[in-house]
């Protein structure tokens, strides 16, 4: 804890809350970064090797997102340290949101990250009894099922999208490669697959399934239903490699949609695309993303790219608030118009004051939540 406590900066975290059950064996922490602009919204992750601080960083992602999106709402996380494959995930769900039942819905509203679905987010509601307590719940329960629908995804390939537009690269045949096949993955392969882009290799934790002529994405998603992660050995038109060698691949754009801190010191030199696009939060980590730019490879950070969950989850609370349905081509409209629009600025600021995408979303993100933390009287802030 001490070494946390050192790690708390002007903007936060405000409240970090470990929770435990001995019944269940549940351990999780809810971390309240910001909340300058809004209240605490984002996803909870269900993992076997969740850390307290993974969890802050985390949050610190959810506040740039929401600033950089511009939604009054602000930055927080949840984690729960379970395997989500374990038979007792119900129970320990339930016993994760009652130890914190006196912060749900007030401070923070539950949502989707790695390791939970919508049913987990289903179960979150009967256990509180209140269906403001979660987002992402499935739509008979008032929910807007942003993962069944691919929104993040959605994002991350209208993000490809706009930056190949703005660099006059087409989108038919350039080649790119996935990490990760889950509700971000799978999605951005369906939607750029849907464009004409050829999507040469994905992978899950099983191994990394490639064609250099490309993948069927179709027949992909529909293996997966039955095969789960073996999907990359399911296939048969393909070679399976090793991990990581869907990182180093000649392609156009590489999309890391997994893990965090996977591209590093030791890796960055051999990535071969020019444009990463951030499917997973922070995958990156800052010694290769010196590497990166001394390599002109253009990257699109995470709390950009990834944030079409998040807009689907803000439009999603305004509706229940408001008892309205919502209608998915409208939020698919405003994730398109928001990733062209930040992406465009951001590569527009890029070139003209020669420093990175990161630095200026992050410039952009946080002068908007120093501003607010400065209306609301915060004399020890200025903007950046
Ligand atoms: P998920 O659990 O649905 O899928 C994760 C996928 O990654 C699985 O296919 C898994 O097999 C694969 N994987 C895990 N470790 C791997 C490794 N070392 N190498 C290759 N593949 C590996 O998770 P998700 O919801 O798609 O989230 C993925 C990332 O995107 C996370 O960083 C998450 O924080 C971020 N994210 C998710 C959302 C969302 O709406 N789900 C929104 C924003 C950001």
């Not at 799978?186 to 191994?207: M, Q």
């Not at 250099?212 to 999907?231: R, S, Y």
Request: aromatic content about 4%; overall charge negative.
């Amino acid at each position: 804890m001490e070494n946390l406590l050192g790690k708390i900066d002007q903007f936060g975290p405000e409240k970090i809350i470990c929770v435990s059950d001995s019944k269940t064996g549940m351990r999780g922490v809810l971390v309240i970064d910001n909340t300058a602009r809004g209240m605490g919204k984002g996803g909870c992750r269900m993992s076997p090797d969740v850390t307290v601080e993974e969890v802050c960083r985390l949050a610190r992602t959810m506040t740039w997102k929401w600033a950089m999106v511009d939604f009054a709402l602000g930055g927080a996380k949840g984690g729960i340290k379970a395997d989500p494959g374990s038979s007792d995930k119900e129970k320990i769900i339930r016993a994760y949101v009652r130890a914190l039942r006196k912060h749900i819905p007030d401070e923070y509203i539950f949502g989707l990250d790695m390791g939970l679905t919508e049913a987990d987010a289903a179960i979150v509601v009967d256990e509180l009894d209140d269906l403001k307590t979660s987002m992402g719940t499935p739509q008979e329960l008032g929910g807007f099922p942003y993962d069944e629908l691919g929104a993040t995804g959605y994002g991350v390939a209208e993000a490809v999208k706009a930056a190949c537009s703005k660099k006059k690269k087409s989108f038919r045949n350039t080649t790119v490669s996935i990490q990760g096949f889950g509700a971000v993955g799978r999605a951005a392969a369906k939607f750029l697959a849907e464009e004409d882009f050829v999507i040469v290799a994905v992978s899950t934790v099983e191994g990394v399934l490639y064609n250099p002529a490309g993948l069927d994405i179709e027949k992909l998603l529909e293996l997966q239903q039955e095969a789960g992660d073996e999907v990359v050995k399911a296939y048969e038109d393909g070679q399976v490699m090793n991990l990581g060698e869907e990182l180093t691949l000649n392609v156009d754009v590489l999309i890391p949609a997994a893990i965090q801190d996977i591209i590093t010191e030791d890796n960055a030199a051999k990535i071969n695309a020019e444009l990463i696009v951030e499917g997973a939060n922070m995958p990156t980590t800052s010694k290769a993303e010196g590497i990166l730019a001394a390599n002109n490879t253009l990257i699109i950070p995470d709390f950009v790219a990834n944030a079409g969950g998040i807009i689907a989850a803000g439009v999603g609370m305004d509706a229940r608030n408001s008892c309205q349905r919502i209608d998915a081509r409208e939020v698919y409209c405003l994730i398109e118009e928001k990733m062209h629009d930040n992406v465009s600025l951001l590569l527009e600021r890029a070139e003209k004051e020669e420093i990175s995408t990161r630095e200026i979303a992050k410039s952009i993100a946080q002068n908007r939540v120093i501003k607010a933390m400065q209306l609301r009287g915060n004399k020890n802030i200025s903007l950046v």
